[in-house]
DNA sequence: TTGATTGTCTAGCGGCGCTAGGGTCGAATC
DNA sequence: GATTCGACCCTAGCGCCGCTAGACAATCAA
């Protein structure tokens, strides 16, 4: 059984390969030049073997969406953890977030922008997902205020971090003046 | 020289009926299936006539876009006017805004997420969009609150609105509860 | 009437996501 | 150790895409 599981191994480390061939090459040159023909060169193999892992590029997507959301939760809790009271967590909550964004601008794309053919805010959504959204409301939760639902303040509160990741990434909001604009969602939505 | 005025008007009408056609289509179906070969075939053209009005797919996105705005600041200028008072108009705007991205999806991704060629937030940005972010300030300018910049104001309560707007459509936020989120945020952003 | 110009179309280029089908090569059997 | 067999991967190609070159027809000027 041995010779099996070296090749169970090895398709599971050619899996790995081509999600983070994928995600190299989108956080290089965009999502656009991510093709199943430039994948498929990078990793050394033809392109159907990329359907052999995965139905489609739409499902390539999925899997750097979700390794990401992985990722943005740990960056997220690792920025709280060290601040001090409610408020300082907010702060540094939103300064992380969108700094995860700024830095992994492809990945962000592919959790909240892309269609990676995953499911959101339901039932069956990706553990990876929902760990994301609870590692938003932790900090979140605490300054939702009386009478306010902890996951719709999250909610709202979340949105705002996304416009603003969003609408400055595609040029839409000048870059300067970030912090502020950081500083004034958290003074006036966060209740202390 | 009538007759070269003729010919510019059907120019001009032709190229009207380019854009309000890839808007239509891209309205119906999205605009993936906004391809050139079926928008010509709609304007029953052949293709290339799309090429002698504009350089490409981008900038048909981009002359939808500025319609759009054009609309965009229209509508929510419109809602506003018969409101009363500060906070009132500032409610008005904000279920203005996130009704139009709701009613007309495509034409808010052309303003807002893909890339139509244009400039925004500088000098030469189009006067249509400049309008727009115009239209918002007019009614957000006035609940800024003491020492805080009108338009870093009006750009971080955009941001919000544009999270609930985009995170909704694409999914990731339940449907449910709209109205709850625009309270939430008008309550805590806008001072009045 | 003729020649130039303008306008439009057909055809095609390279590239896309995706898949059918054939060939190779290693593992299991005798 | 030879033979069979099945898993695996590659070549080739389908119908699309955005975009363009070049042929051709209609119109205008001389």
Redesign the interface.
């Known amino acids: 059984m041995s010779v099996q599981e070296r090749k169970q191994r090895e398709r599971a480390e050619r899996e790995r390969l081509i999600v983070a061939t994928a995600r190299e090459l989108a956080e290089q040159q965009g999502w656009d030049a991510v093709t199943t023909r430039r994948l498929a060169e990078r990793i050394e193999y033809s392109q159907p073997v990329l359907y052999s892992h995965f139905r489609g590029k739409r499902e390539i997507i999925g899997a750097v969406a979700l390794q990401g959301a992985t990722e943005l939760a740990g960056a997220l809790r690792a920025a709280t953890v060290t601040a001090d009271g409610p408020r300082a967590r907010v702060a540094a909550l939103a300064r992380a977030y969108l700094d995860f964004a700024a830095r992994n601008p492809a990945v962000y794309d592919a959790i909240?922008?892309l269609d990676g053919g995953l499911a959101?805010?339901q039932e069956d959504t990706p553990e990876p997902l929902k760990g994301a959204f609870a590692a938003l409301q932790e900090s979140l939760g605490e300054v939702a205020g009386n009478g306010?639902?902890a996951g719709?303040?999250t909610?709202?509160f979340?949105?705002?971090?996304?416009?603003?990741a969003?609408?400055t990434r595609?040029?839409?909001?000048?870059p300067e003046?970030i912090e502020?604009?950081v500083e004034?969602?958290v003074d006036?939505?966060a209740l202390v």
Chains 1, 2 share one sequence.
């Open positions: 909240f922008q959101y805010a306010v639902h719709l303040f909610e709202t979340w949105a705002a971090l996304h416009g603003l969003t609408l595609a040029r839409r909001l000048p003046y502020q604009r004034l969602l006036r939505l």
